[in-house]
């Protein structure tokens, strides 16, 4: 039978109190980060990605809570000498966030895949690539792809929830709006389109 001092001994041990957070804390602040850059990396953001982020940031900031909470219950002040290891969680959650604000994810891949998307509306306008053919432009899983006026616009895949959201290029203006369609200009001859219903 475990003794009521020796499992509070082991709890204490694993939150690593005396010491602070871990590397183990600090690889997980990390890969949340990894992660939220993922989920908000496509207009629109992966709905169900983005969802799981939230929770998973939200995780990691209560752990944190509660291991900086009983470490000042406790009074171990030795804890709080090594400031760097209890600020590692909290500058890496205001840095996501500014990144995912700031529209970086979606900005980078847009430019790693600006060649490709470039290259395939010129082709689906021109009538040598078929819409139904495609599959992939750059970085992008995508669905729906489609001639319009001036243009041609399509989806990418597993974004929104209820309107998905792609690219529309209509170097001549904002593309005709179908239905509920919103367009937002992004760069150059390219727009973010949300699919209403």
Same mark, same amino acid.
């Given at each position: ?5 020796? %499992? ?87 840095? %996501? ?13 847009? &430019? ?13 306008? %021109? ?52 239905? &509920? ?17």
């Amino acid at each position: 039978m475990v003794s009521r001092d020796a %499992a509070e001994g082991a709890v204490l041990r694993e939150l690593r109190l005396p010491r602070g957070p871990s590397w183990i804390s600090h690889a997980f602040a990390a890969l949340a980060l990894a992660y939220a850059v993922y989920a908000f990396s496509v207009p629109g953001s992966y709905f169900f990605a983005g969802m799981l982020a939230f929770w998973v940031w939200a995780i990691v900031c209560a752990v944190w809570l509660i291991r900086l909470l009983v470490a000042a219950v406790l009074r171990r002040t030795t804890t709080f000498r090594r400031v760097g290891h209890w600020l590692v969680t909290p500058v890496v959650a205001v840095l %996501a966030f500014t990144i995912v604000q700031t529209g970086a994810p979606l900005r980078v891949r847009f &430019e790693l895949s600006h060649g490709a998307m470039d290259s395939t509306a010129r082709a689906v306008i %021109a009538g040598t690539k078929a819409p139904r053919t495609v599959r992939r432009i750059g970085f992008w899983d995508v669905t729906t792809v489609e001639r319009i006026r001036g243009g041609m616009r399509f989806l990418v895949a597993d974004t929104g929830f209820l309107d998905p959201a792609g690219f529309a290029y209509s170097p001549n203006g904002t593309p005709e709006v179908i239905g &509920e369609d919103y367009y937002a200009h992004y760069a150059g001859p390219w727009y973010i389109w949300e699919e209403s219903w």
